[in-house]
């Protein structure tokens, strides 16, 4: 994801609320209209105690599935994640050559050298992959399945904002259209998903929890792992929370906003040495096309460097993790 895309995505949220509300403003019980049967949220200020706790309930925060031990009793969970949106054709830009001769770079040049450092280091990751992108640069998924440590997973069909699609069948095929692209690629289904700009629409969880996928990790509502509640009901989809903290997008941006990548690094190494105190999960997020640069590899290696200092550390995929923690459901320290 993207922070620009995020705020577009705020504000398209923003316009559907109040396209909404002029809705049901002219015609009383329109707000359980709609696709799907999810219906429009009225205006907010309108909303009564009811409206505001339906309104609310999509996705909650459910069970806390921090397991009693993690494996071979290790303090803490880790996952290195990359979302690998360099040639979304739904991110900013699209097609114009400029921007996407900047995600080129991703997988050109940023991809290789992450993969590269990630072997030094023996270490397990996770990339989350528009299909488009596996599209254009089909050889990323061959450099990334080399190893046999990483696992790929889903991330859009072209990084689209699941606002704008906003229906929940075509969100269903686009998800299964996904998955059929990665089983014939990969020889085996991906085991979750990250929403494209870590957004989902009203009707996402409900396709989500119809998809078979384990694992989602777009949402924010804890530190550790949770299970997703919809509606007031356990929908057994285990959410892996990421945090725009643990996101190198924000930092850099197209425009280079963070100018010392060393900054970045203190940042990930307080939200890691706290996750490791408190004995949880450290979801950390980068994305080749940005984080794949010279300088910015530095702090990702010194970063890895740090953490691996520490004993007890469970360096595993978002796969592994979502599954370690679906068996483990109930044993919470
Ligand atoms: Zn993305």
Same mark, same amino acid.
């Given at each position: 994801?993207?922070?620009?895309?995020?705020?577009?995505?705020?504000?398209?949220?923003?316009?559907?609320?109040?396209?909404?509300a002029?809705?049901?403003?002219?015609?009383?019980?329109?707000?359980q209209?709609g696709?799907?049967?999810?219906?429009?949220?009225?205006?907010t200020?309108?909303?009564?105690?009811?409206?505001?706790?339906?309104?609310?309930?999509?996705?909650?925060?459910?069970?806390?599935?921090?397991?009693?031990?993690?494996?071979?009793g290790?303090?803490?969970?880790?996952?290195?994640?990359?979302?690998?949106?360099?040639?979304?054709?739904?991110?900013?830009?699209?097609?114009?050559?400029?921007?996407?001769?900047?995600?080129?770079?991703?997988?050109?040049?940023?991809?290789?050298r992450?993969?590269s450092?990630?072997d030094?280091?023996?270490l397990?990751?996770?990339?989350?992959?528009?299909?488009?992108?596996?599209?254009?640069?089909?050889?990323?998924?061959e450099?990334?399945?080399?190893s046999?440590?990483?696992?790929?997973?889903?991330?859009?069909? +072209?990084? %689209?904002?699941?606002?704008? @699609?906003?229906?929940? =069948?075509?969100?269903?095929r686009?998800i299964?259209q996904? &998955?059929d692209?990665?089983?014939k690629?990969?020889?085996?289904?991906p085991?979750?998903?990250r929403?494209?700009?870590?957004?989902?629409?009203?009707?996402?969880?409900?396709?989500?929890?119809?998809?078979?996928?384990?694992?989602?990790?777009?949402?924010?509502?804890?530190?550790?792992?949770y299970?997703?509640?919809?509606?007031?009901?356990?929908?057994g989809?285990?959410?892996?929370?990421?945090?725009?903290?643990?996101?190198?997008a924000?930092?850099?941006?197209?425009?280079?906003?963070?100018? +010392?990548? %060393?900054?970045m690094f203190? @940042?990930?190494?307080? =939200?890691f040495?706290?996750?490791?105190?408190?004995?949880? &999960?450290?979801?950390?997020?980068?994305?080749?096309?940005?984080s794949?640069?010279?300088?910015?590899?530095?702090q990702?290696?010194?970063?890895?460097?740090?953490?691996?200092?520490?004993?007890?550390?469970?360096?595993?995929?978002?796969?592994?993790?979502?599954?370690?923690?679906?068996?483990?459901?109930?044993?919470?320290?």
């Amino acid at each position: 994801m993207k922070p620009h895309l995020q705020t577009t995505a705020r504000m398209l949220a923003f316009a559907a609320l109040v396209v909404a509300a002029s809705q049901t403003g002219s015609t009383q019980g329109q707000g359980q209209r709609g696709r799907g049967g999810q219906g429009q949220p009225p205006s907010t200020p309108t909303w009564s105690e009811p409206q505001i706790r339906e309104a609310m309930s999509i996705a909650r925060v459910g069970r806390r599935l921090t397991p009693k031990a993690w494996p071979n009793g290790a303090k803490v969970a880790v996952n290195i994640g990359y979302d690998v949106d360099n040639m979304g054709v739904g991110r900013g830009g699209g097609p114009l050559p400029g921007a996407a001769s900047s995600g080129e770079y991703g997988a050109v040049d940023g991809l290789p050298r992450i993969l590269s450092l990630l072997d030094r280091h023996q270490l397990p990751a996770s990339f989350f992959m528009p299909v488009s992108s596996a599209i254009l640069n089909p050889e990323m998924i061959e450099m990334i399945k080399k190893s046999g440590r990483h696992e790929i997973a889903l991330h859009g069909w +072209v990084h %689209e904002n699941q606002n704008q @699609v906003n229906n929940p =069948e075509e969100e269903a095929r686009l998800i299964t259209q996904s &998955l059929d692209y990665f089983q014939k690629v990969l020889g085996k289904r991906p085991a979750g998903t990250r929403a494209p700009a870590w957004n989902f629409s009203l009707n996402t969880v409900e396709v989500l929890r119809k998809s078979g996928l384990i694992y989602d990790s777009s949402m924010m509502g804890l530190d550790e792992p949770y299970e997703i509640e919809s509606k007031g009901q356990p929908t057994g989809l285990v959410e892996l929370p990421v945090e725009w903290i643990l996101d190198d997008a924000p930092y850099f941006g197209a425009n280079g906003a963070l100018p +010392v990548p %060393e900054l970045m690094f203190k @940042v990930y190494r307080d =939200e890691f040495d706290v996750a490791y105190k408190e004995g949880t &999960l450290c979801m950390l997020t980068f994305h080749p096309h940005v984080s794949g640069h010279r300088s910015r590899v530095v702090q990702m290696e010194k970063l890895f460097e740090y953490i691996k200092s520490k004993p007890g550390v469970w360096f595993a995929t978002a796969e592994d993790i979502a599954k370690y923690v679906k068996q483990n459901a109930g044993k919470t320290h």
